[in-house]
């Protein structure tokens, strides 16, 4: 493994990057598995596997519709993967239930740009934009953990981080403000309040470029910051100075991640800190912005192309006739064949096996039993499936629990693009061949197709064959990607979408002549503050939230293979403050369980003497009794579906 | 479905609160028919910010709450400019000064208070009305006239040293008046502070131009000139403002037969005497204290909608720990629950630093905070609010609980780390492994990075791993 000097990243590899070619190698599958009459997997040709799929979503939707064969996706899936996910489902499933893990992940913080910029695209500018800024704002995100090279961009800007935690993210940072778990929409409006009580609003932008001000202070002017204070626990003197950073700066730029998005109001909170941007006078102008850093691998594209429940290629809506028309003119079939808008994330997978949800399915490149939430019970509608199948490398937890594994190839042995957090499509080329016995995911969405009687050539499965076919699908949409072509990217073009036609030179800087709306206005949306879900009590007195630490990837299910990763952080820890540890018994490096209203996890005690008395903090890439899922709450944001990962009751127990 | 009547009388912070959190819980009205009556002629605006309307940082329409055009969208019918002469529990109607009247299923006070002038001779004319030059601050109205009055660079006093007294005071100031607050106490917001915060504050208060007559009250008030104290000394004043306290708005309530003692009295349901007759805010007396600051207000308004509307008939409002903060720009108070409180089982915390004025006062019984004082100690500040507001037990720590983030430990250098401390965090080096590389003949930082993968990710231990090289270069054989 060689880093390449690149833009993103500048040559730089967290340790996740250094080790990623053992996974090439090491404990990866090779061989369909088929459970067995005897309960275990058993290998099996590929054949057998794809035919035994087949037959078995042929009956379960001959009995019980198409409806009731479900898919369920991922955002690190190349684009070309996603797009044939999509259409599979729609084409040769018929299914409207389809949906992906970046509903976990992006949906909040994409809701939130498509209301107010009429677009959703991560950061509207290159990264590289964020080299000469004077002031970031990240809102939620601890980047020198999560994406350690990206914080080389942020090395001459004064950083205010906003996060419970203290963060090496927050330790590095010129402020750091650290709201209760669940109380940043207060903070953006106390913050927005102090804008504008200290002038620092550009007046003249928001009258010129925005529109839907006046209601916005209308809540914000009840959120004076002390007042926003004491409900976030964070100084008003410090809200204050945070803004006077932003508005002083001559080039700003305010940055949500996970922290601030996953919550049942995950979408109202983006909302508030796109307010606050706005007021600032900061999106849509060169040398200042508004951006969310994305997470998975394919997090942009993922969201683009039609694995999402209500969408289509090109940021399409599902339930949009023209896009409908449009789509299906590409697919060869009738637009009134195409089903409509399916269930979210969440609802699909706990509505498994019930009567009115789907009675099989079909994962790929997703770990559902370790990073959904409420995972018991997800993994509980898994068990309750009359047929579930996993196409993914590794053994992963959900494919421990499937009829049906199918070994897929990984990021080194395939072609495809990745569509990365600015926008660029990035072509990923294959650099060594897949083992024996290993197809790619397109090869299984083809021999499935055809196995349910799709004409072949409608499910092709090479990477610049699905891309072209993409090229036309995307056309005209919001994400266009008809201009972008292989032998451009393989020309090194930095393309960042929308790319209209092939002598377009792409898009890096989004918004600078107006905003995605026929006024080309930025829309402020009146958002107040409603605080988490569910609320603290004797029994659950603390706040537990979610999320990762440096050596793992999502649910672990690769890097916890990695031994050097796995030395540096082997188990599942619960952070807390040696206090609250002290009160209920607990020492350093013990086992607590840490209990909330659906669950709870066993996890290793840490003290930490910089984490709020109120909070602990568990990362969620461990399986089994180590999940952190169990306990956290599937409560849904109304505008997104976003589950609320990053806050729910807790108390700590003794593990016996 | 019938909706019920409700009327609210008053379109202040309490009763515009309770209408939207009416219509919060009842968009499209079909549980509770809602009128609002507000004698102001404005639409409802938020108090809390006149301050800064004073200090010129906002406009007057900038802290409007909601107006007509809301009422007409949320289907309230709201009446402004006219008030409530009579409430008739008996007919179950209110009688307006414009001689309609208006029937009730429920009835919800929200009159408020009223400021309260001292005695001071001269501050009321013959027919008791204020004097010329004289003017409370309690109103938007109020606000616009002392801006009116208060010309740049023109004496000002202010009467009365209360959190709101100081507020105008700071406010004037920034302005270019040279003000002086007449207080009859020894020290400033004496019900929130103790004496030597008190001077602290107003030790502060006076670098920003501001000066005080302490335990002075003001005899006589000469019209366009100012004011004669009691040791007989003599406060110039263009224009003097009155913020001397407030008085519960209870003549409505007192006329109507509702039990009053310094409020309308009211039960943990909010209900007056009459149960069909619920008061809330400034006008209220619960379980024997009134209001006068809005987060208990809203917090009753809240209870009152979940009752009006049905939708929480077990709601119950028992109370607020009151937070009390100084909203004057370069002064950053916070003062909350008993800070007199000297009694042998509390643990009392004291931190003064007259310099550079900071304060901090911490009463803590049972690992809980009961009272707190903290003045220029801001992070300190928002962190102990938020454990008295919940309750909470207070950290082992208390010299970090008193101090907040001034707190700090300079990091060890190079020489003192243990061999586990974690240098390279995106690829897990250790100082022992460096070590260890350095020993085996890696001895540059670029030696380093290959052999250990130090620096090779975000590049911020670059420093770090530097030293460690001049350390390692330096220190002597073991």
């Known amino acids: 493994m060689r880093p390449r000097e690149f833009p993103t990243n500048r040559g730089g590899l967290c340790q996740k990057g250094w080790t990623s070619a053992s996974l090439l190698a090491s404990d990866r599958l090779t061989t369909p598995l088929l459970r067995g009459s005897d309960g275990t997997l058993q290998p099996a040709s590929w054949d057998e596997a794809l035919s035994f799929v087949a037959q078995r979503i042929r009956e379960i939707q001959g009995e019980s519709g198409p409806d009731s064969v479900a898919v369920f996706g991922g955002g690190g899936l190349t684009n070309e993967k996603a797009y044939l996910l999509g259409k599979f489902a729609r084409v040769a499933l018929k299914t409207s239930q389809i949906d992906y893990n970046g509903r976990f992940c992006m949906s909040a913080a994409a809701a939130a740009g498509n209301l107010a910029f009429g677009l959703d695209r991560g950061m509207p500018f290159p990264v590289t934009d964020v080299d000469t800024a004077d002031a970031v704002l990240l809102a939620g995100s601890n980047v020198h953990e999560t994406m350690p090279p990206f914080s080389q961009h942020l090395s001459g800007a004064a950083v205010i981080v906003v996060d419970p935690r203290r963060t090496p993210t927050a330790e590095a940072a010129a402020l750091h403000l650290a709201p209760r778990p669940g109380t940043d929409l207060a903070l953006a409006l106390g913050m927005l309040h102090a804008a504008v009580v200290e002038g620092q609003v550009d007046a003249a932008y928001v009258r010129s470029r925005t529109t839907g001000f006046d209601a916005v202070w209308r809540i914000a002017a009840q959120w004076w910051p002390e007042r926003a204070e004491l409900v976030t626990g964070v100084a008003a003197a410090d809200q204050r100075r945070a803004v006077r950073m932003l508005a002083e700066a001559s080039s700003a730029y305010v940055l949500t991640a996970r922290g601030t998005e996953q919550h049942s109001r995950g979408t109202d909170t983006v909302s508030g800190w796109i307010n606050l941007a706005l007021a600032l006078g900061l999106p849509g102008v060169r040398g200042s912005g508004f951006g969310c850093l994305t997470g998975q691998g394919n997090g942009q594209g993922g969201r683009e192309h039609g694995q999402k429940a209500d969408q289509l290629p090109g940021y399409r809506k599902i339930d949009d006739p023209e896009a409908r028309a449009h789509v299906a003119g590409v697919w060869g079939v009738s637009p009134a064949e195409l089903p409509g808008p399916g269930r979210s994330a969440y609802r699909l997978l706990e509505s498994l096996g019930t009567p009115s949800g789907a009675r099989g399915l079909l994962v790929f490149g997703s770990n559902p039993v370790v990073s959904a939430p409420r995972a018991a019970r997800v993994t509980d509608r898994l068990a309750s499936l009359d047929l579930l199948v996993v196409a993914d490398f590794v053994l992963s937890e959900t494919a421990l629990l499937a009829d049906v594994v199918l070994p897929v190839t990984q990021w080194a042995e395939e072609d495809g693009t990745l569509t990365n957090l600015e926008g660029r499509v990035l072509l990923r080329q294959r650099a060594v061949p897949p083992p024996e016995g290993v197809l790619s995911d397109t090869d299984v969405l083809a021999g499935l197709a055809v196995r349910l009687g799709q004409p072949a050539e409608r499910f092709p499965v090479a990477a610049e064959e699905i891309f072209e076919e993409l090229r036309l699908a995307s056309a005209g949409g919001k994400a266009d990607y008809s201009g972008v072509t292989y032998a451009r990217l393989r020309a090194g073009e930095a393309l960042y979408w929308p790319v209209p036609s092939v002598d377009h030179p792409g898009t890096p800087r989004m918004f600078l002549d107006g905003f995605a709306f026929p006024d080309g206005l930025a829309r402020f949306v009146a958002v107040d503050f409603a605080g988490p879900a569910e609320v603290v009590d004797s029994s659950f007195p603390l706040w537990a939230t979610t999320g990762r630490v440096l050596q793992h990837y999502q649910s672990g299910a690769q890097t916890r293979r990695v031994p050097e990763l796995m030395d540096a952080v082997p188990e599942v820890f619960v952070e807390v403050h040696p206090d609250v540890a002290a009160r209920a018994g607990l020492d350093d490096g013990s086992l607590a369980r840490v209990v909330s209203r659906r669950g709870s996890v066993v996890a290793r005690v840490r003290f930490s003497p910089s984490i709020r008395l109120d909070t602990v903090f568990l990362p969620f890439h461990f399986p089994g009794a180590g999940r952190a899922n169990l306990i956290t709450n599937p409560a849904l944001d109304p505008i997104s579906e976003m589950p609320e990962f990053k806050v729910c009751a807790a108390r700590l127990e003794v593990a016996s | ?51 800064a309307v004073l200090a010129g940082a906002l406009k007057p329409d900038e802290v409007t709450l909601q107006d007509s055009v809301w009422a007409a969208d949320n289907d309230v019918s709201l009446l402004t400019g006219v008030s409530v002469v009579r409430v008739n529990r008996s007919l179950r109607c209110v009688s307006l000064s414009d001689g309609t009247s208006v029937a009730y299923d429920a009835l919800v006070l929200a009159t408020g208070s009223t400021a309260w002038i001292p005695p001071t001779d001269g501050l009321l004319g013959s027919d008791g009305s204020l004097a010329s030059g004289v003017v409370p601050f309690r109103t938007v109205d109020d606000c616009a006239a002392i801006v009116s009055l208060a010309r740049p660079g023109a004496p000002v006093a202010v009467l009365g040293g209360g959190l709101l007294g100081l507020e105008a005071a700071r406010g004037l100031a920034g302005r270019g008046n040279a003000v002086t607050v007449v207080h009859p106490v020894g020290h400033l917001m004496e019900r929130q502070l103790d004496p030597a915060a008190g001077a602290m504050l107003a030790s502060t208060l006076g670098t920003l131009g501001i000066e005080f007559r302490l335990g002075r009250l003001a005899t006589e008030y000469v019209p366009g000139d100012g004011l004669v104290l009691d040791d007989g000394s003599f406060v110039p004043a263009d224009l003097v403002v009155v913020s001397a306290g407030v008085r519960p708005d209870v003549a409505l309530a007192s006329d109507a037969g509702l039990s009053v003692d310094r409020g309308v009295v009211v039960d943990d349901a909010l209900r007056t005497s009459d149960p069909r007759v619920y008061a809330l805010g400034d006008c209220a007396q619960h379980r024997g204290s009134v209001g006068g600051l809005v987060q208990p207000a809203w917090e009753q308004a809240s209870v009152v909608a979940d009752l009006l509307c049905g939708t929480n008939p ?27 409180d000297d009694s042998p089982d509390v643990e009392l915390l004291r931190f003064e630093d007259a310099r550079r004025g900071r304060y901090a006062k911490l009463v803590l019984r049972s690992d809980r905070v009961v009272g707190a004082i903290m003045l220029g100690a801001p992070d300190a500040a928002a962190a102990v609010a938020q454990l008295y507001d919940s309750g909470s037990l207070v950290p082992e720590d208390r010299l970090g609980l008193l101090l907040g983030r001034a707190v700090g430990v300079a990091s060890a250098g190079p020489a003192d780390q243990p061999d586990d401390a974690v240098v390279c965090r995106c690829n897990t080096v250790t100082k022992g492994a460096l070590v260890s590389a350095w020993e085996s003949g890696a001895t540059s930082v670029p030696g380093l990075a290959d052999a250990t993968r130090a620096t090779t990710g975000c590049g911020g231990c670059k420093g770090a791993v530097t030293r460690i090289t001049e350390w390692l270069a330096t220190r002597q054989p073991a």
């Open chain 2, 314 to 340: 077990a709601s119950r409002y028992s109370g607020t720990p009151v937070v009390t903060r100084l909203k004057a720009k370069g002064v950053e108070l916070t003062a909350l629950g008993d800070v007199h």
């Open chain 2, 1 to 51: 479905m019938n909706a019920r009547r409700v009327v609210v009388i008053g379109h202040g912070m309490a009763g515009s609160r309770v209408a939207s959190e009416v219509r919060r819980r009842d968009p499209l009205g079909e549980r509770v028919a809602l009128t609002v009556v507000g004698a102001e002629p404005h639409p409802a605006y938020n108090r809390v910010l006149l301050s």
